[in-house]
């Protein structure tokens, strides 16, 4: 039996009759020791009561020694260690600042393969020739990719550029075939031209015709357009043909690399000079890109400078032959085809490629035309051509109804 006394319990100030466990809580009371007896204590608390407890709070905290925290000290010292904690979770939260990252956009695959960075070029550019407008990822020598889409703004567009040759081409990509259908709408006032509105394109047509890109026409137009800054001539091809992707089309806008001069009109009122611009390179170029041809060895046309003798009459008549030949055995007119007149104009270089396909006299019926291109284009390259001084040689290719023929212009 524990020792009878008034005994606080220090848990919960209960006040105990005896030692050992609490009454109220069963914490473990013990003989404080410097409280001589009940009765002593009485005499400064009286006998029990309000008075009583409190003297008894205040003998408890008088009671604690060195080894034993008050509340308030105990508070301290865990808002202490949760301070320190804090600190040493922020530091072992901060890491070295690494060195910043480059996002590495991951090249397109094509069905060649993964796309090459070429000299001058951007992957972009690239991606977009290769998925929109048919072409090979690689340019043929001499020339490169380019980046236009900050000239173009939202429309996707990639260019190609040759210094050499002089020419740089900007392919749009179209959000709908109507350029293909009507191409009159781009040639009155250029998609991303600074040129002023054109109103009569007779006036300012320097020639215009038909090609055959993949399946469908290649519709050109050759204009000397003028700069609506100050006027001055700038010979500009515009073409378009549908892409690959269904229900786009590309638009070619091309001119030479150097702007037009801006020297004034020689004297008696001549118009200044224009710098070199060979129009025809950018039909040989959709071409070559778009046809698979190999490109390493390929170079284009160039005329032969060296002395020799003139084609005659009876070598003209016989190439013409083997032409009609050739064009015969690939022409396959539909059905439609009845009843109708088809009239072509084709060029043949020294080379044996077509420089010039222009439908002089359409049919009416698209797909007559376009049977009649195809069996042209499909002969490609024909046997070369006698030498003349153009270096080319010209022929009429005419159909009426399922009847073709080849004749000398």
């Known amino acids: 039996m524990g020792k009878i006394g008034r005994f606080i319990c220090p848990a919960c100030h209960a006040i105990n009759v005896q030692t050992g466990n609490c009454f109220k809580c069963g914490a473990q009371v013990d003989d404080p020791g410097d409280i001589q ?18 003297h008894d709070s205040r003998s408890l905290r008088s009671m604690q020694g060195p080894g034993i ?23 072992s939260g901060q890491k070295s600042p690494q060195p910043a990252t480059q996002t590495q956009i991951p090249v397109p ?55 050499r040759q002089n020419l740089r081409a900007i392919f749009v990509v179209w ?83 150097e702007p037009a001069t801006t020297e004034a009109p020689q004297p008696g009122g001549q118009t200044p000079v224009l710098p070199t611009f060979d129009y025809k390179v950018t039909l040989w170029l959709v071409d070559t ?15 032969d400078t060296s002395e020799k003798p003139l084609a005659t009459a009876e070598e003209l008549g016989l190439y013409t032959k083997k032409v009609d030949s050739l064009i015969r055995s690939s022409f396959r007119p539909p059905k439609e085809a009845a ?19 222009e439908i002089t006299s359409p049919s009416g019926v698209d797909v007559v035309d376009q049977s009649v291109l195809k069996a042209i284009t499909s002969g490609q390259p024909y046997p070369p051509a006698p030498h003349t001084k153009d ?19």
Not at 71 to 84: C, E, S
Not at 110 to 138: C, H, M, N, W
Request: proline share 6%; aromatic share 6%.
């Open 37 to 54: 007896s009940s009765e002593h204590h009485a005499e400064h608390t009286g006998s029990g009561g309000e008075g009583a407890d409190t």
């Open 69 to 91: 925290l008050t509340k308030q000290q105990i508070m301290f010292a865990v808002a202490g260690i949760l301070l320190i904690a804090a600190f040493f979770m922020m530091m």
């Open 109 to 163: 695959a094509t069905p060649q393969g993964v796309l090459q960075p070429t000299a001058g070029s951007t992957e972009r550019a690239i991606a977009l020739a290769v998925r929109y407008a048919g072409f090979k990822d690689t340019p043929p020598p001499n020339w490169c990719f380019e980046d236009t889409s900050d000239e173009t703004g939202e429309m996707p567009s990639f260019g190609m550029k040759s210094v």
């Open 175 to 257: 959000d709908n075939v109507a350029p293909v259908e009507n191409l009159e709408l781009v040639l009155h006032k250029v998609p991303f031209m600074d040129y002023g509105m054109e109103n009569k394109l007779e006036d300012i047509k320097m020639d215009k015709g038909q090609a055959l890109v993949g399946e469908g026409p290649f519709n050109w137009f050759v204009g000397r357009y003028h700069s609506a800054k100050d006027n001055h001539p700038v010979a500009t091809f515009v073409g378009s043909y549908k892409s690959p992707v269904p229900g786009k089309a590309i638009v070619v806008i091309a001119r030479s690399v």
């Open 289 to 303: 890109m778009a046809s698979g041809k190999t490109t390493t060895t390929q170079a284009i046309p160039q005329a």
């Open 339 to 357: 009843g109708t007149k088809v009239a072509i104009l084709i060029g043949i270089t020294e080379d044996g490629q077509v420089n010039k396909l």
């Open 391 to 409: 270096n080319a040689i010209l022929l009429h290719v005419t159909t009426d109804g399922t009847k073709l023929q080849v004749q000398t212009e």
